[in-house]
């Protein structure tokens, strides 16, 4: 139900938009409105590992690397869009995708570098989620005419509003193990919050908080203007380029390791930076 | 429809998400500190030192771990609202049991290694008996958004009944058992008991 809000609201702003548009189009150039098909590589490596607020090897103790992984990912999208092109080729797009991401995390402690020196206590868990989010794109730029016309280099970049509409956190997990063979009790070892999507991220003590990542969009695309397979339909090709600015994490996994005696250990997370490389055709309609 | 019309909707649909929660915390014990006090002399004990049993009290001091956890942020919650000026915490990490281990000869029924944690009178502000501590321990608490302590059970004193049969060293080790079965530990300094 709550997709279906999100995505009549953007079917509205769509046609809102195409209508002031086309007003004016004779004038001052043209509209197309695409279906859009794209796949994105999800560079994920470098959004997980210690905190960067926590001393590393702090208390003479070293700090586990590779305590937290995560596996870059693919994820795919289908959306609508328009493209107003001026006369001088100066271009607006404006379009929405919804688009399904399925992320996976490799949690690998190892206690002896956790502050249980000599244990062999070791403990692997996956993390799995699959991010449903609608992305609303605003961008402009240049279309570069070539081949007498029959075909156009897109240059654009702008804005992507990734607004994720599920989500779900495990409000907080405490990790026994048992790192001495030879005592009767276990260890409190870890404490781990995993939360994704449409959370609020772990310490945000404000109550107010809107569930929308800012990223930045580029994107590269050869329109064929005259294609023999659609029948004189456009036909766009290209490559989108995504990141996240700095401070929009919503894909949050929280991992505080707990040392011998319940002294709190190192932080880890996974921050979605959604550094992606996409993969799109579009067909005008 | 003119281009007014999304944004309508769009402050429309933002408008029902807004409602009042409390902020969610997630604790465990992270520590508890036990002392040694003198009730005649109102100080602590210092190792060696010699305390009448009837003045003799151990006070312990509980300290806790607390995460913030994660709010859904659509309809029908509050993440979009101003906060209720409240915090819940919520004890992750169930106390089962508390033993008081006598690491020396206590007297002829409590040997170095057993448990007189039955011979016991806890004073707490919620009930004086070990069922009614652990209870107080594991219960959800709530506070006011600037003093979330003001409810949460954070120290406790008791009383050991049981007089040693001669003024003799001895040692405590106080166990938290959890039902997760770990455990969290303090011991008392040595210091001297008389009957």
Known sequence: MKVLSVIILCCLAHTALAQDAMRGAVKKGSLHWYVKLAGDYHFNENDTGPSVDNEPESGGFRRQEDLLTAKDAIGSRIGIGLQRITRYRMFFLLRSDVKFLRHSLLLNYKAAENGYPGSSYTLQERYNFTEYALNLHLAMGYSLLVAHGKGAVDFAMGANLHIPVVGESNKGELIHGQTNNNSPYQDAIMYVQTGWGDQKPHGNTDGAYIPINVLADFQVAYTFNQPAVFSDRKLRIGLDLGVAGEGNYLNTVEVTTIRANRETGNKYKFKDLHLSLGFFVAVEI | ?195
């Open chain 2, 1 to 195: 429809m003119n281009a007014k019309t999304p944004v309508l909707v769009c402050l429309l649909l933002l408008g029902t998400t807004v409602a009042c929660n409390d902020k969610d915390y997630k604790a465990y014990y992270k520590s508890a500190e036990i002392t040694v006090t003198d009730l005649f002399s109102q100080q602590v004990v210092q190792p060696k030192d010699t305390v009448s049993h009837n003045n003799l009290q151990l006070r312990v001091q509980l300290t806790k771990e607390r995460h913030l956890v994660t709010n859904n942020m659509w309809a029908g919650n509050a993440a979009y609202a101003t906060s209720r000026d409240r915090n819940r915490v919520t004890i992750i990490e169930k106390v089962k049991n508390i033993k008081l281990i006598t690491l020396n000869d206590y007297n002829s029924n409590f040997k170095a290694g057993d448990d007189i944690m039955d011979s016991c009178y806890i004073n707490n502000v919620y009930r004086n008996d070990e069922r009614g501590l652990i209870s107080s321990m594991n219960e959800q608490t709530y506070g006011d958004v600037y003093d979330y302590e003001i409810s949460e059970l954070g120290m406790f004193e008791f009383k050991i009944e049981a007089r040693p049969d001669a003024a003799t060293i001895q040692r405590f080790a106080l166990v938290f058992e959890t039902e997760a079965g770990s455990a969290f530990t303090d011991t008392t300094i040595s210091f001297i008991v008389k009957p």
